[in-house]
């Protein structure tokens, strides 16, 4: 259950302030839970009266560590800014399932990339590293299942087959794409140095919160690394948790 992602080392030569809450969630058992809340329109509602304070220096951040790789953030933004972008244009996000519907209101409350993936489908470690050009990218295009494979020195999510996500937290593979409850499931929550550390928290709070109410009874397998955690680093800060977090109130 332990497979805790990895960082390779040149990642911190990208970003040195980069911080994340990796979280694993076995939910396994059958059991199903309802939301209590729609904390998909609360969020996006909270994204209309301004977001977070910090919102716009961190998903500053964010494309200026795309541009340091080669990326143009304004053609392929991070997952954060792209949510954010959808509901400036048309106010609203439609619902795609409870799950989705979950970590993308916690990416839009606190303009931070999410994504959500399944861990099933993983063969070794998810790790975050630098692209030589060759891997594979499994994704759509025009209907139809293809082949991609990213540009060299790209920063990538992977595992021991190919590509996971595509510049960093822009575009998430098929393979391992998650749309509904059940099995064992990864969530990482990306931040760099201008979002917070408690607000980080916070926002892996709500997940984990809206996590229980989707599946009573989960494991929860949480821990934190950034930049300096590379390769066998980080496996001492893994915590179980029994409870989780409260979602932040509607005056928030």
Same mark, same amino acid.
């Given at each position: 259950?332990?497979?805790?992602?990895?960082?390779?080392?040149?990642?911190?030569?990208?970003?040195?302030?980069?911080?994340?809450?990796?979280?694993?969630?076995?939910?396994?058992?059958?059991?199903?839970?309802?939301?209590?809340?729609?904390?998909?329109?609360?969020?996006?509602?909270?994204?209309?009266?301004?977001?977070?304070?910090?919102?716009? +220096?961190?998903?500053?951040?964010?494309?200026?560590?795309?541009?340091?790789?080669? +990326?143009?953030?304004?053609?392929?933004?991070?997952?954060?800014?792209?949510?954010?972008?959808?509901?400036?244009?048309?106010?609203?996000?439609?619902?795609?399932?409870?799950?989705?519907?979950?970590?993308?209101?916690?990416?839009?409350?606190?303009?931070?990339?999410?994504?959500?993936?399944?861990?099933?489908?993983?063969?070794?470690?998810?790790?975050?590293?630098?692209?030589?050009?060759?891997?594979?990218?499994?994704?759509? +295009?025009?209907?139809?299942?293809?082949?991609?494979?990213?540009?060299?020195?790209?920063?990538?999510?992977?595992?021991?087959?190919?590509?996971?996500?595509?510049?960093?937290?822009?575009?998430?593979?098929?393979?391992?794409?998650?749309?509904?409850?059940?099995?064992?499931?990864?969530?990482?929550?990306?931040?760099?140095?201008?979002?917070?550390?408690?607000?980080?928290?916070? +926002?892996?709070?709500?997940?984990?919160?809206?996590?229980?109410?989707?599946?009573?009874?989960?494991?929860?397998?949480?821990?934190?690394?950034?930049?300096?955690?590379?390769?066998?680093?980080?496996?001492?800060?893994?915590?179980?948790?029994?409870?989780?977090?409260?979602?932040?109130?509607?005056?928030?």
């Amino acid at each position: 259950m332990l497979d805790f992602p990895v960082i390779d080392t040149d990642i911190v030569k990208i970003a040195p302030d980069f911080r994340a809450i990796s979280i694993l969630v076995d939910a396994n058992d059958g059991v199903r839970g309802t939301m209590s809340r729609d904390v998909l329109g609360e969020a996006c509602d909270f994204v209309r009266t301004g977001g977070p304070q910090w919102a716009d +220096a961190h998903l500053a951040s964010w494309a200026e560590v795309y541009s340091r790789f080669g +990326a143009k953030p304004n053609r392929t933004p991070c997952s954060a800014q792209a949510l954010k972008k959808r509901v400036d244009k048309d106010g609203r996000l439609p619902s795609i399932g409870p799950l989705v519907d979950l970590y993308n209101a916690v990416s839009l409350r606190f303009a931070v990339p999410v994504g959500g993936e399944n861990f099933d489908a993983y063969v070794g470690q998810p790790r975050l590293s630098i692209a030589d050009g060759t891997e594979a990218f499994d994704t759509v +295009a025009n209907g139809e299942a293809i082949i991609e494979h990213p540009s060299k020195g790209e920063v990538i999510w992977r595992d021991d087959v190919g590509v996971t996500c595509r510049r960093w937290n822009w575009r998430q593979g098929t393979r391992t794409r998650l749309d509904s409850v059940g099995g064992r499931m990864w969530f990482i929550l990306e931040s760099l140095g201008t979002m917070p550390e408690e607000a980080l928290e916070e +926002a892996a709070n709500m997940l984990v919160n809206g996590l229980r109410q989707l599946a009573p009874g989960c494991e929860v397998y949480r821990h934190l690394l950034t930049a300096q955690d590379t390769q066998a680093g980080p496996a001492a800060k893994v915590s179980i948790l029994t409870d989780g977090g409260v979602f932040p109130s509607k005056a928030d």
